[in-house]
């Protein structure tokens, strides 16, 4: 993992809403109105936060069809760990491009 990598896996988790997110859906799996109800959020925030989730690996999605023919989009926490210590630091440092110093400001 490089840096860039390690610093979208972090902010995606920085996020309070996120963190429901996940906590709601590491309960069960359930549809995109189930949840935004769950969580007191609009379906569109709600689709924001799931497409920041789902592009770290967070979280998956899928369509199934209610039975009364309506597709339901319906998202799953993926199990995941997250370590940030200094050997996970030193690592991503080392998988990453040299900063130079036009790119650092």
Same mark, same amino acid.
């Given at each position: 993992?490089? #840096?860039? $990598? !390690?610093?979208?896996?972090?902010?995606?988790?920085?996020?309070?809403?996120? !963190?429901?997110?996940?906590? /709601? +859906?590491?309960?069960?799996?359930?549809?995109?109105?189930?949840?935004?109800?769950? =969580?007191?959020? $609009?379906?569109?925030? !709600?689709?924001?936060?799931?497409?920041?989730?789902?592009?770290?690996?967070?979280? /998956?999605?899928?369509?199934? !069809?209610?039975? &009364?023919?309506?597709?339901?989009?319906?998202?799953? %926490? #993926?199990?995941? %760990?997250? =370590?940030? &210590? +200094?050997? =996970? #630091?030193? %690592?991503?440092?080392?998988?990453?491009?040299?900063?130079?110093?036009?790119? &650092?400001?």
């Amino acid at each position: 993992m490089d #840096v860039e $990598s !390690l610093v979208g896996r972090l902010a995606a988790v920085a996020n309070p809403l996120r !963190l429901r997110i996940l906590a /709601t +859906l590491a309960e069960e799996s359930t549809h995109v109105s189930e949840l935004a109800r769950r =969580t007191g959020m $609009s379906r569109a925030l !709600l689709y924001l936060h799931l497409r920041r989730l789902e592009e770290v690996g967070y979280v /998956t999605g899928h369509l199934e !069809l209610s039975p &009364d023919g309506k597709a339901l989009k319906y998202f799953e %926490a #993926v199990p995941f %760990a997250l =370590t940030v &210590d +200094l050997p =996970t #630091v030193r %690592a991503a440092v080392a998988a990453s491009p040299p900063v130079t110093p036009e790119e &650092d400001s």
